[in-house]
């Protein structure tokens, strides 16, 4: 994760052309975000856009006035990570072979993962969990032998008032 | 089914009260032109389509309302690219038709395809991609609200040929127009505040009242949301003096004892300074564009600010307001003049006098200065602006190009009615003045209409006179011909160590009167003063045709004051015959 890391979400009109016209605000600055999930909310007609962007403050605000002038978002605000509750899905294929075999499952299970697929040397797992936690499993996987990775970027919501 | 897209589409636009098309149809367009033909809409042929999107914008700015421009997929769109920037950047309501291939050939390069939404997707305020033939009624309600709503802009329509061609099947529909609140229904993310915060509104009048040495700096959203009476009121009723922006000129009048014009950096001493010095400064629609702010470090440094804008995104862009406020210029501007009033008489504000005075003690000292040529020489390009001010109209409208003759005619020209100048300013788009003077012309054939041209510029879009001749619309050019492409031939005199590379043009070819009776224009070449008069005179006797005054003007000549780029408005240059005055 990049140390200037701020998470937006935007809700936006669930139509064509939309994550375009909101990269490009990104695009444009030079700006590279870092993670991107976006799948309708519970009302179809709009989708929710996380995004993970590497931005000094300052130059991010101007960027969030101009994403709220473009004509389909409806919303946005900058989830503060302290202030709410985040998670992140990733699917990895490690190699496992028959002696590290148990080592991996023993992991995955620590981790509260799952076990996938299972091919002769190979082990497909999941994870959903905090996206810190994915770094840490992926981490500790790393020595075996990563195949593939993919995860889908972190998705967030303000956590809830307790009083 | 009882119509097809290409007529609701033309039928749409006369819903939409649209008087005036400027454009050049196509291949993928031309289902749309046809149902032109039995509409009352007024179809202007232009002879390229950078030509169709300025006379849009001419017509916006002169008229205030929004200019229609249409033209067919791929060259088309492409060519109409610089005015969507140009409109954009100046905020001029604006509505572009873009011919598109079948949308089954999207994607897959066929011939005149090109990805027009993405090409304009940074420079408009809007575009879409109509995709079935009922949504065309919706599709230009939406696009005729966004652009003349909040802060006003472009917005192109891309319209796929099948949906509009009548012998296609896809362009079958029913006829249905969209109620207003249908239309603010279906954009959800999409509501302008126009009203300012009351408890800001009551901030700025505090601050207000308490000021020293107070400024008001208009900017082009003071036209824009038909301010100029509400600012004259504020003025007026304050005695703070008003400097206004190239955007802005005209927004306040510029003989009014109050009026300082043009800021920034070939702005006049007094406007610059005067914001320097300041202690408040009333921004109203005004955007703190780097042209009038030269250095931001130091640009007015004891100035606290209220900054009045319909764009959020520009409240804190370049500079922090004490009192940001969200509203239409209009609406705010006379709830600052209540809240004043609620405040009490002159006694409830401090007395400003010692500070007005200054003010007028440095325009006296200052005022704009240009030596007269003497006898053989080539003419002065401000003598000849100082005699069309004279001789034209009080009510003339002005558009110019981008150059040195844009800022002597902002400096030169005297604005004393809204909506009488038309230029580039945030793009600077050379070739922006002939369509645009004959785009303000349709739209307001009562008035003298003057384009003030460089030889650079005449030379990117002086075809459309063609088009000017053809529809009998009189339009006069005054082309200050110095031979070159002279504010960059300035720039490198002044900053290159005068290494002039690659601004010459020549004063004679071509030869612009051949060229301008070619294109079905009255020319005339003028060389010495004394023939500057009569033949404005002549000019402003014509009205059946275009007009083409050619002055030979003096290359040497620089404007003046300048801010060198970089550098802080206090470091403002008066140039040679003002230089070591009052230092
Ligand atoms: C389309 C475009 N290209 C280049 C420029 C850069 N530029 C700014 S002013 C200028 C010279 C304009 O020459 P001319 O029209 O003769 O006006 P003058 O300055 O001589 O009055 C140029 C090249 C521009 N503003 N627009
Ligand atoms: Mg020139």
């Not at chain 2, 090109?114 to 305020?125: E, F, H």
């Amino acid at each position: 994760m990049p140390p200037k890391y701020h998470v937006l979400s935007v809700l936006v009109e669930n139509r064509a052309g939309v994550l375009a016209r909101v990269s490009a605000l990104f695009a444009r600055r030079g700006y590279n975000i870092y993670s991107l999930a976006v799948a309708p909310t519970d009302d179809e007609r709009f989708s929710r856009i996380t995004v993970v962007v590497d931005v000094e403050q300052a130059p991010l605000e101007q960027v969030v006035k101009q994403l709220n002038k473009l004509i389909h978002v409806i919303k946005i605000s900058e989830l503060d990570p302290r202030d709410s509750v985040e998670r992140e899905l990733m699917l990895v294929t490690v190699k496992a072979p028959a002696e590290v075999r148990g080592q991996i499952i023993e992991l995955v299970e620590l981790f509260e993962g799952r076990i996938i697929d299972v091919g002769r040397d190979e082990l497909a797992l999941s994870l959903d969990e905090h996206p810190e936690r994915l770094d840490d499993l992926e981490e500790l996987l790393r020595p075996f032998g990563i195949i593939d990775l993919q995860r889908t970027g972190r998705v967030a919501l303000p956590k809830l008032e307790r009083s | 089914m009882n119509t097809n897209g290409g007529q609701a589409l033309i039928k749409s636009l006369e819903l939409e009260g649209v008087e005036v098309i400027f454009g050049l149809p196509g291949g993928a367009i031309l289902p749309v032109y046809d149902p032109i033909l039995d509409s009352p809409i007024r179809h202007v042929l232009v002879r390229h389509e950078q030509g169709a999107g300025h006379m849009a914008e001419g017509f916006a700015h002169a008229t205030g309302r929004p200019g229609v421009a249409m033209v067919t997929s791929g060259p088309g769109a492409t060519n109409i690219v610089t005015p969507l920037a140009d409109a954009y950047m100046d905020s001029i309501p604006m509505v572009v038709i873009t011919g598109q291939v079948p949308l089954a050939s999207i994607g897959t390069d066929a011939f005149q395809e090109c990805d027009t939404l993405g090409i304009t997707r940074g420079v408009t305020k809007h575009n879409e991609l109509v995709t079935r033939a009922e949504d065309i009624p919706m599709a230009i309600r939406q696009a005729f609200h966004i652009a003349t709503t909040g802060r006003p802009g472009p917005v192109l329509v891309d319209i796929p040929k099948d949906i509009v061609d009548p012998r296609n099947p896809a362009s079958a529909m029913n006829w249905n127009w969209p109620t207003d609140a249908e239309v603010s229904s279906s954009m959800p993310g999409y509501k302008p505040t126009t009203k300012g915060h009351p408890k800001k509104i009551k901030e700025a009048a505090a601050l207000i009242a308490t000021a020293r040495k107070p400024i008001i700096y208009a900017g082009g959203g003071i036209l824009k949301a038909r301010a100029a009476e509400a600012l004259r009121e504020l003025a007026e009723l304050t005695g703070i003096p008003v400097v206004t922006t190239l955007m802005a000129r005209g927004a306040f009048p510029d003989d009014h004892e109050l009026c300082l014009g043009m800021p920034g950096m070939h702005g006049n001493y007094t406007a610059v300074t005067s914001i320097q010095k300041s202690d408040l400064l009333i921004a109203l629609g005004s955007r703190f564009d780097d042209r009038v702010t030269g250095k931001v470090d130091s640009f007015a440094p004891d100035a606290r600010i209220i900054h009045v804008d319909i764009d959020p995104a520009e409240l804190g862009k370049v500079r922090r307001a004490d009192v940001p406020i969200v509203g239409d210029c209009r609406l705010v501007i006379e709830e600052i003049i209540k809240a004043l009033n609620a405040l009490g008489g002159p006694e409830s504000r401090i007395d400003i006098t010692p500070w007005r005075q200054q003010v007028s003690a440095w325009q006296e000292l200052y005022p704009l200065v240009y030596e007269q040529s003497i006898d053989g020489d080539l003419l002065k390009p401000q003598y000849v602006l100082e005699q069309l001010r004279d001789r034209s109209p009080a009510d003339t409208i002005v558009a110019s190009g981008v150059g040195q003759h844009q800022m002597w005619t902002s400096q030169y020209w005297k604005f004393n009615y809204p909506y009488t100048w038309v230029n580039s300013g945030g793009l600077g788009t050379m070739g922006f003045s002939i369509p645009a003077a004959i785009g303000a012309k349709v739209g307001r054939p009562d008035r003298t209409v003057w384009a003030v041209d460089g030889d650079g510029c005449f030379q990117m879009t002086a075809q459309e006179l063609v088009t000017a001749a053809t529809e009998r619309i009189p339009v006069k050019i005054a082309l200050l011909n110095n031979a070159y492409l002279g504010m960059v031939r300035q720039w490198q005199e002044m900053f290159y160590g005068e290494r002039y590379s690659e601004v010459y043009l020549s004063p004679d070819l071509p030869d612009y009167v051949k060229w301008a009776e070619a294109m079905g224009c009255v020319a005339l070449r003028v060389e010495s003063p004394d023939e500057v008069g009569p033949a404005i005179d002549k000019a402003n006797e014509i009205n059946d045709r275009p007009v083409v005054l050619e002055f030979r003007t003096d290359a040497s000549e620089k404007v003046f004051p300048m801010v060198s780029p970089g550098t802080s408005n206090d470091q403002i240059d008066v140039g040679p015959l003002q230089n070591g005055l009052g230092r």
